[in-house]
């Protein structure tokens, strides 16, 4: 009997081992390319599960991708956590990063600390993301590594301080700006991150700073040369309205097919083709006539 390629991919993902610090820095290593996508909830995380990505993020982009905020600046800690608790139902194998969201953990090594271990207590997370390369940033990566917590850095285009960064703009373009990208990767090297991800830089700044990042590098809207690459599950299915970034590249079409979805059904409950007898429940003749004479 042959087997439907979903049951060889399911069957494949019961027999994958769940993937870890040391095999993330293998795969660098062996220059096997790392897969991450965000996830935001069961449905995704399952995807990303029967898919076999190596690492997912509960990314801050849910705060616009599924909470309708305009930015990722207004999204709560608490928020975040409910959709990360989600996730880790969902989740077996990939390796789970919790975005800290913006004031969440500037204020102080304490606050980070605190906040980070919400992420890994309350929710499953294996490890927490932050954003930028600064002094604060690399001090605050720090104090989380030193409380037991793996780091992943973010530098380039880091959405939570855009407005600072000019806008949602591609960053590194000149020497200057390439160069101030390099110092915030090599300093969240130097605090320990265990991996970073650069964010819309020119390809060849990318290229260049590779070979000074010993630690796995994600890239997105980054170029080729990264150890893996990471999209926004919205962005890669097309589950939203408009194109999105340059970098984004669509694999899907799924808000299109989920309006063509509800409208076929309001089409059908308009029409009265839903539900059909098929879609009811029966009841015995006799029970029926015995109900009927209860309610006269
Ligand atoms: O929040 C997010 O989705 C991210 C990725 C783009 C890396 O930070």
Same mark, same amino acid.
Do not use: W
């Given at each position: 009997?042959?087997?439907?390629?979903?049951?060889?991919?399911?069957?494949?993902?019961?027999?994958?081992?769940?993937?870890?610090?040391?095999?993330?820095?293998?795969?660098?290593?062996?220059?096997?390319?790392?897969?991450?996508?965000?996830?935001?909830?069961?449905?995704?995380?399952?995807?990303?599960?029967?898919?076999?990505?190596?690492?997912?993020?509960?990314?801050?982009?849910?705060?616009?991708?599924?909470?309708?905020?305009?930015?990722?600046?207004?999204?709560?800690?608490?928020?975040?956590?409910?959709?990360?608790?989600?996730?880790?139902?969902?989740?077996?194998?990939?390796?789970?990063?919790?975005?800290?969201?913006?004031?969440?953990?500037?204020?102080?090594?304490? #606050?980070?600390? @605190?906040? %980070?271990?919400?992420?890994?207590?309350? =929710? +499953?997370?294996? $490890?927490?993301?932050?954003? !930028?390369?600064?002094?604060?940033?690399?001090?605050?990566?720090?104090?989380?590594?030193?409380?037991?917590?793996?780091?992943?850095?973010?530098?380039?285009?880091?959405?939570?301080?855009?407005?600072?960064?000019?806008?949602?703009?591609? #960053?590194?373009? @000149?020497? %200057?700006?390439?160069?101030?990208?390099? =110092? +915030?990767?090599? $300093?969240?090297?130097?605090? !320990?991150?265990?991996?970073?991800?650069?964010?819309?830089?020119?390809?060849?700044?990318?290229?260049?700073?590779?070979?000074?990042?010993?630690?796995?590098?994600?890239?997105?809207?980054?170029?080729?040369?990264?150890?893996?690459?990471?999209?926004?599950?919205?962005?890669?299915?097309?589950?939203?309205?408009?194109? +999105?970034?340059?970098?984004?590249?669509?694999?899907?079409?799924?808000?299109?097919?989920?309006?063509?979805?509800?409208?076929?059904?309001?089409?059908?409950?308009?029409?009265?083709?839903?539900?059909?007898?098929?879609?009811?429940?029966?009841?015995?003749?006799?029970?029926?006539?015995?109900?009927?004479?209860?309610?006269?």
């Amino acid at each position: 009997m042959s087997s439907h390629p979903s049951q060889i991919a399911a069957g494949a993902a019961r027999d994958r081992l769940p993937v870890t610090l040391p095999r993330l820095a293998e795969m660098k290593r062996l220059g096997e390319p790392i897969v991450m996508v965000t996830a935001y909830d069961f449905p995704s995380a399952r995807a990303a599960e029967e898919a076999g990505v190596d690492m997912v993020l509960i990314g801050d982009s849910g705060a616009m991708t599924v909470l309708g905020y305009p930015s990722t600046v207004p999204v709560e800690l608490d928020e975040l956590l409910v959709l990360a608790r989600a996730v880790r139902r969902g989740l077996r194998t990939p390796f789970l990063v919790g975005d800290m969201p913006f004031g969440s953990y500037e204020v102080s090594d304490e #606050q980070a600390i @605190t906040n %980070a271990m919400r992420f890994v207590k309350e =929710a +499953g997370c294996d $490890a927490i993301k932050l954003e !930028g390369g600064g002094p604060a940033s690399c001090a605050r990566a720090r104090a989380i590594i030193g409380a037991g917590i793996p780091v992943m850095g973010h530098v380039g285009l880091t959405p939570q301080t855009a407005t600072a960064l000019g806008g949602y703009r591609a #960053q590194g373009r @000149t020497a %200057a700006a390439a160069t101030r990208v390099a =110092a +915030g990767a090599l $300093a969240l090297q130097e605090a !320990g991150c265990f991996s970073i991800v650069f964010e819309a830089i020119p390809s060849d700044v990318a290229e260049l700073l590779m070979r000074r990042i010993d630690v796995p590098v994600i890239g997105i809207g980054a170029g080729p040369a990264t150890d893996g690459q990471v999209l926004v599950f919205h962005d890669l299915l097309g589950i939203r309205e408009g194109l +999105g970034a340059r970098f984004v590249k669509r694999y899907a079409n799924l808000q299109d097919e989920m309006v063509a979805g509800v409208s076929a059904f309001a089409g059908d409950v308009r029409s009265r083709d839903y539900p059909a007898p098929e879609h009811g429940y029966s009841i015995e003749a006799q029970e029926l006539s015995s109900f009927r004479e209860r309610l006269t």
